[in-house]
């Protein structure tokens, strides 16, 4: 059983495209994260979240606390999105971290 | 510029040798964290510091094992133990116990077992 699911597992896009990727989570949380994982293995924080929508150029991220979902939002894809998609929480209990599995994107030319 | 460095990127040993990867961090965080990252799926806690001379077991922490005598450096080593140890290692940092305010990643060591 996995505390974060992702979906899509796989997401092939044309450039320009608008791409979705969905996060849901089944434990309490104080905090939401979508990482940035490029081939080389490296990891970029992009968004931590505990309610509400922020934006960061062509990305956007969202939650619903409610019901335990977020999603990013990648407006005009560029090849250069091509990467893996990690969703994380915190766990409002503060001692567990939770990984999904990610999301692997390529946005082609 | 802050950041945490992981050395080295690739490592090569055989099997039955212990291996040390490197983390250091110059953030000033409290807390560090070492995952493993195998194919298919999400990271998983091997083990974890909030402070230092202080650590603490993760989900998968058997035939590992790790100090922290320095706030900046949180070394790992794969001893013989480990049953599996070919992996991507990462490192991570954060001002509070578990990313509550964010995380900091490093770059990753690739681990072959051959």
């Known amino acids: 059983k996995n505390e974060v699911e992702q979906s899509p597992q796989n997401l092939t896009a044309q450039e320009g495209e608008f791409i979705t990727i969905n996060c849901s989570y089944s434990v309490g949380i104080s905090a939401l994260h979508w990482l940035q994982q490029h081939p080389g293995g490296g990891i970029v924080s992009l968004f931590m979240l505990s309610s509400g929508k922020k934006k960061h150029g062509r990305l956007i991220a969202t939650i619903n606390i409610q019901e335990k979902h977020s999603s990013l939002h990648i407006t005009a894809s560029h090849p250069r999105d091509s990467a893996v998609y990690i969703c994380?929480?915190?766990?409002?209990?503060?001692?567990?971290?939770?990984f999904g599995t990610g999301t692997s994107l390529t946005v082609i030319p | 510029d802050g950041g945490i460095t992981q050395s080295p990127k690739y490592l090569f040993r055989k099997e039955g040798q212990n291996v040390t990867l490197s983390c250091e961090q110059n953030l000033n965080h409290d807390a560090m964290y070492w995952y493993r990252q195998d194919p298919g799926q999400g990271l998983r806690l091997i083990y974890y510091?909030?402070?230092?001379?202080?650590?603490q077991k993760g989900d998968i922490a058997e035939g590992y094992s790790v100090s922290r005598e320095k706030k900046e450096s949180f070394p790992l080593t794969v001893t013989s133990a480990q049953k599996n140890p070919t992996a991507f290692y990462l490192c991570?940092?954060?001002?509070?116990?578990?990313?509550?305010?964010?995380?900091?990643f490093g770059s990753g060591t690739r681990l072959t077992v051959v």
């Open positions: 510091s909030q402070i230092v001379n202080d650590f």
């Open positions: 991570a940092s954060s001002m509070s116990p578990f990313g509550l305010y964010g995380y900091t």
């Open positions: 994380a929480v915190c766990s409002n209990t503060g001692n567990q971290f939770y």
